[in-house]
């Protein structure tokens, strides 16, 4: 009976499994395998990434990705959230060593290590494909990096226009590149006051907008590459203490500054997007702990929640500093973490509805038995792709 089944009806079932489920099922037998990799047009699953069977983001909770800071044998970590088993992954079909810049969709945003000047392109980990985007208008070096998904927008259920649009969300998202330095006459080099936009839908990169100067050299100098995108703004933190956030209202081309809560006492502030919300992490030892905020009406923070004592004891050890803390986080689960080896505090959501609770996960020590280098590492969380995508 299995193996007649419909190939759209068996496509149906697998979209609901988790990652690790689908690898499984795809191993199963031939007609099956051949089932998860068709080819064919699924406009009725309004998020697809590819034209063929995909998983469901919304039954499953991301994936947490660990990618090294410095080149180390060209590989990443993945935590299954479910399991919380480890998985190593390898990066051996890059053309170029890499470094993260953050998630795009299912995808990883990365930047070579090897180029002076800012160049991007993203890779899916699971199926090894990887694609360059084209050069930039302008040569940057050590610019910010934000990502837009236009897909996270809301539209009416009803309309088949609007959901139609939607259906493949790396084509409707787009990444921003802010300031930077730039080639100056006489071999000289200054802070360069634009932004260039990629159009994945055009593969190409356009000059949007400008910015004071004063943005371009606190985008270029204060600001880490991570941004979140909520409500038209796409915001970027500061890096130097006091904290401040920097944000670029797409739809009228203006900048807004905007203060943070203990903003002088913070020793690690980091933004996420939680449930669509702009959401703040911080800690230090003058506020008693890791607080998190969400921005509310009137651009008023709110405090939401705080990690619990014994998770913070656990997490700090014997360091008894926030410092080197550092956080990702996604509509669905919030992770602080240090390095490889470290485990996790994880505030994420659970059952159905908005409840949310906390968890330690232990870091990755061994995988199958075989120890693992402890190193330094940047979390990125996404959605595991195991069907190969014609985007790449």
Not at 182 to 190: D, F, I, L, M, P
């Amino acid at each position: 009976m299995w193996s007649n089944l419909p190939s759209d009806l068996l496509t149906n079932i697998f979209s609901f499994l988790s990652a690790d489920s689908f690898a499984c099922a795809k191993s199963t037998c031939r007609h099956w395998q051949a089932c998860a990799c068709t080819t064919a047009d699924y406009n009725h699953y309004p998020h697809g990434l590819t034209k063929s069977p995909f998983l469901l983001h919304n039954f499953h909770p991301p994936w947490f990705i660990a990618l090294p800071l410095h080149n180390h044998g060209l590989c990443c970590y993945a935590l299954n959230p479910i399991n919380n088993n480890w998985y190593v992954l390898s990066l051996d079909f890059l053309p170029d060593p890499v470094r993260p810049v953050g998630p795009l969709e299912s995808f990883l945003l990365l930047r070579p290590s090897n180029s002076t000047f800012l160049q991007l392109g993203m890779c899916n980990p699971f199926t090894r494909q990887y694609k360059p985007f084209p050069m930039l208008n302008i040569r940057r070096t050590n610019p910010a990096v934000g990502v837009v998904h236009l897909s996270t927008l809301s539209f009416p259920r009803s309309s088949f226009c609007e959901i139609n649009a939607t259906r493949n969300s790396f084509l409707n998202s787009r990444v921003y590149v802010a300031g930077g330095m730039s080639e100056a006459s006489r071999q000289g080099a200054t802070y360069e006051p634009t932004l260039e936009m990629y159009d994945p839908q055009l593969d190409a990169w356009r000059i949007v907008g400008s910015m004071p100067m004063e943005f371009a050299v606190r985008l270029t100098v204060w600001t880490p590459k991570e941004s979140v995108y909520c409500d038209g703004v796409l915001y970027w933190m500061t890096s130097a203490r006091a904290y401040s956030l920097m944000g670029y209202e797409i739809g009228s081309n203006t900048w807004r500054e905007l203060s943070v809560p203990m903003a002088d006492e913070l020793e690690f502030a980091v933004l996420v997007s939680r449930n669509g919300s702009l959401t703040l992490v911080g800690g230090g030892a003058c506020v008693f702990g890791v607080c998190i905020w969400e921005l509310g009406e009137g651009d008023v923070w709110v405090l939401v929640e705080k990690v619990p004592s014994e998770l913070e004891m656990r997490f700090l050890g014997e360091r008894g500093s926030w410092g080197s803390t550092k956080c990702v986080g996604s509509d669905g689960a919030i992770y602080l973490y240090r390095d490889l080896w470290s485990g996790m505090v994880v505030w994420r959501e659970v059952g159905d509805g908005n409840k949310w609770a906390w968890f330690w996960v232990e870091g990755c020590l061994s995988i199958r038995g075989k120890r693992v280098r402890n190193l330094q590492i940047k979390g990125v969380l996404i959605h595991p792709n195991l069907v190969p995508s014609f985007i790449l």
